[in-house]
């Protein structure tokens, strides 16, 4: 099984690549950063969803706000908690004495991937400290940005726009990355009847994510007007654990920092003329929505 080091903001569908990836991979840590919502309510996100697991891996507590700019979140989305309203009052778990980018910068080895679901704010902060660390980890694979349109403005997704300079940081380190965009994750829909199969399964983990599913679509349809919702996240990990169910095409991808409509935007090469630039991304276009939907629920099944 391959190791991960989740770097996350959760929210509803960090929550459910959180549980994914457990089922799927080794997971070595848990990072958290603001994003979603506020740095101490996704730390206190991923530690219940250790609880809900059952299992002891470690949370570090990352940044709190962005590299430069103000805090931007999604509460919008996902709710004042991150998680729809859905909450668990049993709380025993707490984050670990060191930092999240300590954490990375002295534990993240060879073998490990790191799945950035949030903010780029603390791998930036983490090659900035040591631009060698990138060196030492087996590669990055991110949900965020977009070969086409944005979500939070029309030409940024919020990832990204959430910490633009982060992100331009992280795609010039050279690390090995894997991107899901907007593009790939749009492809990678649940609905109603999603929750009608969580429904059926009798564990605690699907009647955890069920209502937090639910309370997504609610969302989606006031917002979009369609009861559909992008599971974004879990497609990160997949993208690692599964790459089969995906297709890549490897371009150039850079962040626009300065852009007054377009500051955020991931600007894809995709140009098919020798002009195009040197590539630094493999940029997943395509996934097997039905398989990776499959593994989603199947990782439900259990505690």
């Known amino acids: ?63 709190s706000k962005p590299l430069e700019s103000e805090p931007v979140h999604s509460e919008h989305v996902h709710g004042s908690n991150g998680l729809g309203g859905v909450v668990r009052i049993e709380q025993r778990r707490v984050s670990e004495e060191k930092g999240g980018v300590d954490f990375l910068l002295e534990e993240a080895s060879p073998e490990d991937w790191i799945v950035a679901l949030g903010p780029l704010t603390n791998l930036a902060t983490a090659i900035q400290r040591d631009p060698d660390w990138v060196e030492r980890i087996r590669g990055i694979s991110m949900m965020g940005g977009s070969t086409t349109h944005g979500n939070i403005t029309p030409t940024a997704e919020f990832n990204v726009y959430a910490d633009p300079e982060a992100a331009a940081i992280v795609f010039e380190s050279g690390a090995d990355i894997r991107m899901c ?3 790939l994750t749009h492809q990678f829909l649940t609905s109603d009847e999603t929750v009608k199969e969580l429904h059926g399964i009798d564990s605690d983990l699907a009647k955890f994510v069920t209502p937090m599913l639910k309370f997504l679509l609610d969302r989606m349809e006031s917002l979009n007007g369609r009861r559909f919702a992008a599971l974004h996240d879990p497609c990160a990990v997949l993208a690692v654990t599964h790459p089969s169910i995906f297709g890549f095409e490897e371009l150039s991808v850079h962040v626009e920092l300065s852009g007054t409509l377009t500051r955020g935007m991931t600007v894809c090469d995709q140009r098919t003329t020798r002009m195009r630039e040197q ?25």
């Open 1 to 63: 099984m391959e190791s991960l080091i989740i770097d996350c903001d959760p929210g509803v569908d960090d929550m459910v690549a959180i549980l994914l990836a457990h089922h799927v991979a080794n997971v070595k840590g848990i990072v958290t950063v603001s994003g979603n919502v506020p740095v101490a309510t996704t730390t206190w996100n991923a530690l219940l969803a250790t609880e809900l697991l059952q299992v002891n891996t470690p949370v570090y507590r990352g940044s």
């Open 279 to 303: 590539p630094n991304v493999w940029v997943a276009q395509e996934i097997d929505a039905a398989t990776a939907l499959s593994l989603v629920v199947g990782s439900l099944k259990s505690p």
């Open 181 to 183: 965009g907007l593009n």
